[in-house]
């Protein structure tokens, strides 16, 4: 079975503190693809990264960084200093390579509503 | 703009009546992905086509739900006599199907459904 567990359901923040959202994922597949998507008030789900299982170095985008760990099946997300703009829902997905996965679904978390205050 | 577009964007409806959302992808994406998404949860996968062929469906999807996807260009979903648990926001995606687990799918804004 694949899944997706995204533990912290709301997380609220003053602005320029540093969060971080975690994310923790199953399956059985050894190649898969991890990625991580923001939902702005208006809905709209825009593609933040994506990471391949055999990829575990951690990547820095500006203010955001991903920290994939293999061992801990884990694919947490930091947001440095963050900014009210950053307030929004955050989606942690799975897309498993396998038999029962032939077109890329993704399998995602329940999300992250983060809050960042002024 | 070329992103995947989604008409209509809010949808209210009396249960029982029939509704059908139209979902246009970037226009040299050959996949097309539809999700539901309810109030506090992630989106689910609903099902997905390949050009003009529908590949996989999700068991969320009853028979009171049809998708086609006619000439693998727009895509529709149709909800026949729906129900309260119908509301929801759904979500259309595409992508281009190189290897598909890695390929990046592109969101569309939903239509909001609510069904009285």
Redesign the interface.
């Known amino acids: 079975a694949q899944k997706?567990t995204?533990a912290q359901?709301e997380i609220s923040v003053v602005e320029k503190e540093d969060v971080t959202l975690d994310c923790v994922y199953e399956t059985r597949d050894t190649?898969?693809?991890l990625?991580w998507?923001k939902q702005p008030p208006?809905?709209?789900?825009?593609?933040l990264i994506?990471r391949?299982s055999f990829d575990e170095q951690n990547e820095i985008s500006g203010r955001y960084s991903w920290n994939f760990q293999k061992s801990t099946s884990s694919f947490n997300f930091t947001i440095t200093a963050s900014q009210v703009v950053d307030s929004a829902v955050y989606?942690c997905?799975l897309?498993?390579?396998g038999f029962y996965?032939?077109?890329?679904?993704?399998?995602?978390?329940?999300?992250t509503e983060l809050s960042v205050k002024p | 703009d070329t992103g995947v577009s989604q008409d209509p964007r809010h949808k209210i409806t009396k249960r029982g009546q029939n509704v059908t959302f139209r979902c246009d992808p970037i226009s040299e994406h050959n996949r097309l992905y539809w999700y539901r998404q309810t109030l506090g949860q992630g989106p689910e996968f609903l099902t997905y086509f390949q050009n003009e062929a529908q590949l996989e469906k999700s068991r969320l999807l009853s028979d009171r739900f049809s998708a086609e996807r006619p000439k693998g260009s727009f895509s529709t979903l149709e909800i026949q006599r729906t129900e309260q648990g119908d509301s929801a926001m759904y979500l259309c995606a595409s992508s281009l199907s190189q290897v598909a687990p890695s390929n990046e799918q592109f969101f569309g804004p939903g239509t909001r459904l609510t069904v009285l």
Do not use: H
Request: hydrophobic residues 40%.
């Open positions: 997706v995204q359901t190649t898969y693809y990625f998507y208006s809905g709209e789900l825009v593609f994506r391949n989606f997905a897309s498993a390579f996965n032939q077109g890329g679904k993704l399998i995602f978390g329940q999300g």
